[in-house]
């Protein structure tokens, strides 16, 4: 969508909507890191609130660079098992193409049998 309102109105996108979306960025992560440090108090095992913060910085950086824009942080991401979740592609439920199919029951169903 960015990309889109950038080609259609070139000047929209000028250095003060930049410094103002890294502020918002910047504004974001402390929120979300203060929510963390509120939701895990001293950190839980194998997360620490330092990670959360990395991750988060992390995490704001790579948005900014798909805007276009220089990094805030140049963190690195701590939670190496997060990339996981990067991998999975979305879609419209309805433009999907279906990949598993439920095989119809034959015979006569019922819930009142023992199991």
Same mark, same amino acid.
């Given at each position: 969508?960015? &990309?889109?309102?950038?080609?259609?109105?070139?000047?929209?996108?000028?250095?003060?909507?930049?410094?103002?979306?890294?502020?918002?960025?910047? &504004?974001?992560?402390?929120?979300?890191?203060?929510?963390? &440090? /509120?939701?895990?108090?001293?950190?839980?095992?194998?997360?620490?609130?330092? /990670?959360?913060?990395?991750?988060?910085?992390?995490?704001?950086?790579?948005?900014?660079?798909?805007?276009?824009?220089?990094?805030?942080?140049?963190?690195?991401?701590?939670?190496?098992?997060?990339?996981?979740? /990067?991998?999975?592609?979305?879609?419209?439920?309805?433009?999907?193409?279906?990949?598993?199919?439920?095989?119809?029951?034959?015979?006569?169903?019922?819930? /009142?049998?023992?199991?």
């Amino acid at each position: 969508m960015v &990309e889109t309102v950038r080609a259609q109105e070139s000047g929209l996108f000028d250095d003060e909507m930049a410094r103002q979306v890294r502020a918002m960025v910047a &504004e974001a992560v402390d929120c979300e890191a203060r929510f963390a &440090e /509120d939701l895990l108090g001293q950190g839980v095992a194998g997360l620490s609130l330092a /990670d959360m913060r990395g991750y988060l910085e992390h995490v704001a950086d790579r948005r900014l660079a798909q805007l276009g824009l220089e990094p805030l942080y140049g963190s690195r991401n701590p939670l190496a098992f997060m990339d996981l979740q /990067d991998v999975q592609e979305l879609s419209n439920f309805f433009e999907r193409r279906v990949s598993a199919y439920q095989v119809g029951v034959i015979g006569d169903v019922a819930f /009142d049998d023992d199991f």
